[in-house]
């Protein structure tokens, strides 16, 4: 019954270097959402997978930020020639199907990068 | 654009008596509301949802209240804990062709004082 795991819990980056999020949402789980929390302030919707395809990504920055959720493996978010303003919270989320329709989510802990 | 809004970053109470959280929203075309709560260094938890055709939504000591005319809801803790102390998150979605994408309040932190 593990939850949803998001690794590393604590990232810390130089500008201009690359940062990857990885995500394994709940078992039996086939949504998977990224948010994205400044200081001071509440979640922000960045981007909604399933399995090999990207559903919703209109809260994606247009560029730098990637997201893919392989056949295989964990959900990943992928910030390239990071900045100073990328510092944030990364949370990622799942759900089943079903409850998607709701907004009823599971979130992980959550990854916190600091870009220096 | 906030279309979710928490006016009140903070709130405290003393164990034993009700918390109210409020949360306004502009957008009429939002179906369900839901209300999360996190702690320190933690994810979010969903704590209790509506959809917009209710106005009433209770489980245990939690119940959320929408109206819908003055596109405002609220949360009500009865009675509060000190295990309730955490930052409450207000947050609306689409509903039918929701694609999970949640539209959060700054969230409103909560202490409740033994």
């Known amino acids: 019954n593990a939850g949803v795991m998001q690794n590393p819990r604590h990232l810390v980056r130089r500008r201009g270097q690359e940062a990857r999020l990885r995500c394994s949402p709940m078992k039996g789980h086939s949504h998977v959402y990224w948010y994205r929390q400044l200081p001071e302030e509440g979640l922000k919707f960045m981007v909604y997978l399933q399995k090999e395809n990207i559903i919703d990504e209109s809260g994606m920055p247009k560029e730098r930020f990637s997201a893919e959720f392989p056949k295989e493996g964990p959900s990943i978010l992928r910030i390239q020639q990071v900045v100073r303003g990328d510092s944030a919270a990364y949370f990622c989320?799942?759900?089943?199907?079903?409850?998607?329709?709701?907004?009823?989510?599971?979130f992980g802990e959550g990854s916190r990068l600091t870009v220096l | 654009d906030q279309q979710v809004k928490q006016n009140s970053p903070s709130l405290s109470v003393q164990e034993g008596r009700i918390s109210i959280l409020n949360c306004d929203y502009t957008n009429s075309m939002f179906d369900y509301f839901l209300w999360y709560k996190k702690y320190p260094a933690e994810g979010p938890t969903f704590l209790i949802s509506i959809s917009s055709i209710k106005d009433k939504n209770e489980d245990g000591r939690f119940t959320v209240f929408l109206n819908k005319s003055a596109k405002h809801l609220s949360l009500h803790i009865v009675p509060s804990q000190p295990g309730d102390s955490a930052v409450y998150f207000c947050?609306?979605?689409?509903?039918?062709?929701?694609?999970?994408?949640?539209?959060f309040g700054q969230g409103t932190t909560l202490q409740v004082k033994p």
């Open positions: 989320a799942s759900s089943p199907p079903w409850l998607a329709y709701t907004g009823e989510l599971f």
């Open positions: 947050a609306a979605s689409y509903g039918s062709g929701n694609t999970g994408k949640l539209i």
